[in-house]
């Protein structure tokens, strides 16, 4: 029994790696709608943080592997392995972000070509988390082994994503009504995942083996779920207190706001691999 946090590194790569995902769409959606010159220039600026985002989320999955010689093993059953299928699928985004963002820099992408890009790379976050929910997919662990495990990593991107997105086009300087969107999708995300922490929560009592009940693999799982809604919660009000009042929020508002729904995520994600349990001899539920 215990929460998780043991496995830190998977928690820093999936919850990060799934927030810039989110935030990558949020951008895209604002260059492949953007037409002044100086603005798109600003925000390729900022995208940059996206890949050193990603990039630390690479480096947290390799310490997760022991070695980082190990690292290249991952992708020896590319196709055939969740594991290779994610880690490739992973590279695959990153990459072709990265790529995208290094020729527009340098003014080497034309407008036409980089919006196949930006949907192609959007596509290949989609599938990037998609891949996540399989490696997690697994018949012996009961626990993961449901829709839960994919509502997790999709509210994340829901949840999180926006917020980077929008702290990213704060600190380029881009206004448009479009943005009024993403606070909504933000808190429309933090709603259902309410409810889905509280619809798993019930679904554990059924769930044991002949040696471990699920309900008992995290005793504070109650405890966890409240501070991490306090901490999203926190994060959020950051972000919509200066829209109430009709102004907009600092970037050192919406640094903190990030900061404190990443943490909020973490802790969910540490409940998530407290939770796992393998089959054992016997499973009812």
Do not use: D
Not at 73 to 90: F, K, Y
């Amino acid at each position: 029994m215990g929460n998780g946090w043991h496995e830190w590194p998977l928690m820093v790569f999936t919850v990060l790696g799934q927030c810039v995902v989110g935030a990558f769409i949020v951008l895209a959606i604002a260059l492949l709608t953007q037409r002044s010159t100086e603005e798109y220039r600003r925000v390729h600026l900022s995208m940059f943080f996206l890949w050193v985002l990603m990039a630390v989320a690479f480096i947290a999955s390799v310490l997760h592997l022991g070695s980082p010689l190990r690292a290249f093993n991952s992708l020896n059953r590319l196709g055939a392995s969740p594991l290779s299928n994610e880690i490739g699928s992973g590279s695959l985004f990153f990459a072709l972000g990265g790529i995208y963002w290094l020729l527009a820099m340098i003014n080497k992408m034309p407008r036409a070509l980089a919006k196949i890009w930006l949907i192609v790379t959007i596509l290949a976050g989609i599938g990037f988390v998609f891949a996540m929910c399989r490696v997690y997919e697994i018949n012996t662990v009961p626990t993961w082994n449901n829709a839960y495990t994919a509502f997790h990593f999709g509210l994340t991107v829901l949840i999180g994503g926006p917020v980077l997105g929008y702290l990213l086009l704060r600190g380029a300087r881009i206004n448009g009504c479009a943005l009024r969107l993403l606070p909504v999708i933000s808190l429309s995300a933090l709603v259902v995942s309410m409810a889905v922490v509280m619809m798993q929560s019930a679904s554990l009592a059924g769930i044991n083996s002949s040696v471990q009940a699920a309900s008992a693999l995290i005793p504070q799982y109650g405890v966890l779920s409240v501070w991490r809604l306090v901490l999203v919660v926190l994060g959020l009000g950051c972000w919509f207190c200066p829209l109430i009042l009709r102004k907009r929020p600092a970037l050192g508002s919406m640094i903190l706001a990030f900061v404190l729904v990443f943490a909020g995520e973490l802790m969910g994600r540490a409940i998530f691999y407290g939770l796992h349990m393998t089959v054992g001899m016997a499973v009812s539920g």
